[in-house]
């Protein structure tokens, strides 16, 4: 994975689609009149900037559920003309059970980790089936084939797959808002695979963070067995790419209202009004238990118990926004949250001094900002939060580097703000210390800090991010559009077999597994089957043909199965060569002194601390296969043994390889590019064709002239001319030439 991609602000040729549970677009009914209100959030802004280059459509829930058809229609109508907004309109019960039930009963607590808050219940996740359809419904209405689709978060999960299998072509990412969990947390959920496939429709998936991205590779690898290469897994021959893409604030709306003299005027009053010689701490948030707001309570109790000099000289400011107010959990930390504020206003405070200042409302953003410009703390203690814009907004906002973040490691936010003071919001004592740091913290160490978290944060904002994200759904379609050109279309075939029709001196250098024949779980398995077999002896009986098998097997195995077909071999990667069927197998290393001794029992401690994985011994090498281990401990065990065996290895005369679920030790110099010299060098060629699947081909790919038709078996990175889908797809194309 790497970081964000930047480079030129790229556009689509084509509509751009955005599809979120909720549109930007609120519809509400007020005094028998039906109202829209333009949400103020971060993306519909990031996408006004992309608006006037490109076609930009909304899909979503409008927020109100109309009270009749004709109602339905004209909130349609208006929404269409005047926002570019298609509304999904959800039935009482769809709202219940696929917004409050599925996504914030079981996907918001799992994600973040309350799994014991999470309710797995058939009927939610059918309602969260059946809404992820009727969106995709909407979809279809007014996408082309070539559209480019963003949907968003965990309300949609199922909807990338949808589109992809009615629209293939079409170019899709998917953002996730909130943390995707560790894989033995996501595996808690009964329909993690379903989750996960829907994801995976998509061409670039997006997170916060590394290590959620991290997180989803591990469950992808883990769960559906897929492995990944910096980040891109291929999903049915298509790259899908993971990576993250920090969300950032809206820098241009924020520094209107700061300069804004309403604005300006409120800071003052405020200060004012409670800072006048004393601290204003501050926190914003949804009301939600992933916030950590009774945590900040107990320890801001215990703060003011243990220092009573602070006592009527700081004034807590709380705002908490109504959310979700329908699911229990919410009921009760609003009751739990009153309860709290109300002990510490009881027992600190007096009539002049209130200690929490608690407001349970939303409040307009202009409001938001004159506090965040006034308060000399940010407190934001999350549980878990997939970024938190807070924590960025407030800094956002300190035009004067006056003010300090206190913020939980657990926030997504803490991966940029490292100069915040990070605390572990269960640690009641690190909040308390952190406060008192904050509190006294010298004008200096303020600005220091400050300076660098703002520097990033202006930099890195919601346009940023919006332009950063569309720009690497760009690039990962184009890198399967350039794939798409390699494949081995009909024309490409037709190309193919009239050169081989043309020619008379033809080189024919075939791998053997995974690509003459389909991997099997047992090597001694895959043994060469009848039609195979004719198909070799048909290609080599045509004097204009010679054919070479090279494969990485050892000779006894190879003599065994192919010794009765008119061809030359190359074992071991190289290290024999029989020119053709009637010579005697040819040496082409010399066998050293006794590394294999040195190695063997590394290999074999993985071996044994990896069910599933064994060591193979060859003449001129060594092999450790873990095709039949789990995927992730396979995965993770060869990458470990790959590095400790470079280590040793250097300086040696040994060359390591990882190959397709094998890492092999052999002697250095020899390689299927040296053996496939063997054989170019000795006539002039006019027609070369070599197939392959494995990363040690691609030793005997770069070694052919630019003439030569390499193929590669399968869609991982290669310096093939060409990727065929299958080892079948190659028979079949083997099957064509033996008939010219
Ligand atoms: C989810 C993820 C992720 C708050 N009160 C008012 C108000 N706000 C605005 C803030 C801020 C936004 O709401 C809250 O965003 P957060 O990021 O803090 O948290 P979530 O709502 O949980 O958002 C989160 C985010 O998605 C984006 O991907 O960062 O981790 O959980 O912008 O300013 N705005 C107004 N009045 C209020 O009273 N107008």
């Known amino acids: 994975m790497g970081s964000i991609l930047m480079g030129h602000n790229k556009s689509i040729h084509h509509k751009l689609i955005v599809v979120s549970n909720r549109l930007?677009?609120?519809?509400?009914?007020?005094?028998?009149?039906?109202?829209?209100?333009?949400?103020?959030?971060?993306?519909?802004?990031?996408?006004?900037?992309?608006k006037q280059k490109q076609k930009v459509l909304f899909i979503g829930w409008p927020g109100y559920i109309p009270r009749n058809n004709k109602?339905?229609?004209y909130i349609r109508d208006r929404l269409i003309k005047e926002h570019q907004c298609y509304p999904v309109f959800l039935k009482r019960s769809e709202l219940d059970k696929y917004y409050y039930g599925f996504s914030n009963r079981t996907l918001w607590p799992l994600f973040h980790y309350f799994t014991s808050y999470s309710t797995f219940e058939e009927p939610e996740w059918n309602a969260y089936k059946k809404v992820n359809r009727k969106f995709f419904k909407e979809v279809l209405e007014i996408a082309d084939p070539d559209s480019t689709f963003w949907v968003h978060d965990y309300h949609l999960m199922l909807l990338p797959k949808l589109i992809r299998t009615a629209l293939p072509q079409c170019s899709?990412?998917?953002?996730?808002?909130?943390?995707?969990?560790?894989?033995?947390?996501?595996?808690?959920?009964?329909?993690?695979?379903?989750?996960?496939e829907g994801l995976l429709g998509a061409d670039l998936l997006g997170f916060h963070t590394y290590e959620y991205a991290r997180h989803f590779l591990s469950s992808a690898l883990r769960l559906l067995g897929y492995e990944h290469e910096f980040g891109a897994i291929s999903v049915n021959n298509r790259i899908v790419r993971v990576d993250n893409f920090p969300m950032g604030v809206d820098i241009e709306k924020n520094n209107q209202l700061l300069a804004d003299p309403e604005v300006q005027k409120e800071t003052e009053e405020c200060r004012k009004r409670l800072g006048k010689n004393n601290k204003i701490i501050l926190s914003v948030d949804r009301l939600d238990y992933s916030k950590g707001i009774p945590h900040r309570l107990r320890a801001f109790e215990?703060?003011?118990?243990?220092?009573?000099?602070?006592?009527?000289?700081i004034t807590y400011i709380m705002l908490c926004v109504p959310s979700r107010t329908q699911v229990s959990q919410y009921k009760q930390l609003k009751k739990e949250i009153d309860r709290l504020v109300g002990n510490i206003n009881g027992k600190f405070g007096s009539p002049?001094?209130?200690p929490v200042n608690y407001i349970f409302r939303s409040r307009p953003f202009k409001k938001l900002i004159s506090l965040y410009a006034a308060a000399d703390i940010a407190l934001v203690t999350p549980v878990r939060d997939g970024m938190n814009l807070v924590a960025k907004e407030y800094v956002a906002a300190k035009k004067d580097n006056n003010g300090v973040l206190i913020l939980s490691g657990t926030a997504g936010a803490a991966e940029e703000l490292s100069e915040a003071l990070i605390v572990n919001v269960h640690?009641?004592?690190?909040?308390?210390?952190?406060i008192k740091k904050a509190l006294t913290m010298s004008s200096k160490e303020k600005t220091s800090r400050m300076k660098v978290m703002r520097k990033r944060i202006l930099e890195y904002d919601i346009k940023h991010w919006t332009q950063s994200f569309i720009n690497s759904i760009i690039e990962t379609k184009s890198i399967q559009d350039s794939r798409e050109k390699r494949k081995l279309n009909p024309d490409w075939k037709k190309e193919l077999m009239s050169q081989y029709q043309k020619s008379r001196k033809r080189l024919l250098l075939f791998d053997y597994d995974g690509t003459l024949i389909s991997y099997s779980k047992k090597p001694e398995d895959a043994k060469p089957d009848n039609e195979l077999k004719r198909l070799l002896i048909s290609l080599s009986k045509s004097s204009s043909n010679k054919l070479v098998v090279i494969s990485g097997r050892d000779r006894n195995t190879m003599e065994k199965w192919l010794g009765d077909i008119p061809c030359s071999m190359v074992a071991e990667h190289g290290s024999w060569i029989k020119t053709s069927q009637k010579d005697k197998w040819e040496k082409q290393a010399e066998l050293q002194f006794p590394w294999k001794n040195r190695i063997k029992p590394i290999l074999?401690?993985?071996?044994?601390?990896?069910?599933?994985?064994?060591?193979?011994?060859?003449?001129?090498?060594?092999?450790?296969?873990?095709?039949?281990?789990?995927?992730e401990l396979g995965y993770i065990r060869s990458h470990e043994l790959f590095d400790n065996l470079n280590e040793y290895l250097a300086n040696t005369d040994l060359q390591l390889m990882h190959g397709n679920k094998v890492i092999e030790i052999r002697i250095a110099g020899i390689n299927k590019g040296i053996a496939a010299q063997h054989f170019l060098k000795k006539k002039q060629w006019d027609f070369?064709?070599?197939?392959?699947d494995d990363w040690t081909d691609e030793e005997l790919f770069k070694e052919l002239p630019p003439n030569a038709y390499s193929i590669k078996i399968g869609y991982g990175p290669t310096q093939a001319r060409l990727f065929i889908e299958s080892p079948q797809a190659c028979r079949s194309l083997l099957l064509d030439l033996s008939k010219i």
């Open 427 to 434: 640690n009641k004592n690190e909040i308390i210390e952190s």
């Open 172 to 196: 899709m990412g998917f953002f996730l808002h909130i943390p995707f969990p560790s894989s033995e947390i996501f595996r808690v959920l009964p329909w993690r695979t379903e989750i996960l």
């Open 302 to 313: 215990s703060f003011l118990a243990k220092n009573r000099k602070w006592r009527g000289k």
């Open 604 to 631: 074999k401690n993985y071996e044994s601390r990896v069910p599933g994985s064994f060591v193979e011994e060859k003449e001129f090498g060594l092999a450790w296969h873990y095709r039949n281990a789990s995927p």
């Open 688 to 692: 070369i064709l070599a197939l392959g």
């Open 352 to 354: 002049s001094w209130t």
């Open 71 to 73: 109602e339905k229609i």
């Open 24 to 50: 930007p677009v609120t519809v509400s009914r007020k005094k028998g009149k039906i109202k829209f209100k333009e949400s103020p959030g971060g993306l519909a802004t990031g996408l006004r900037s992309l």
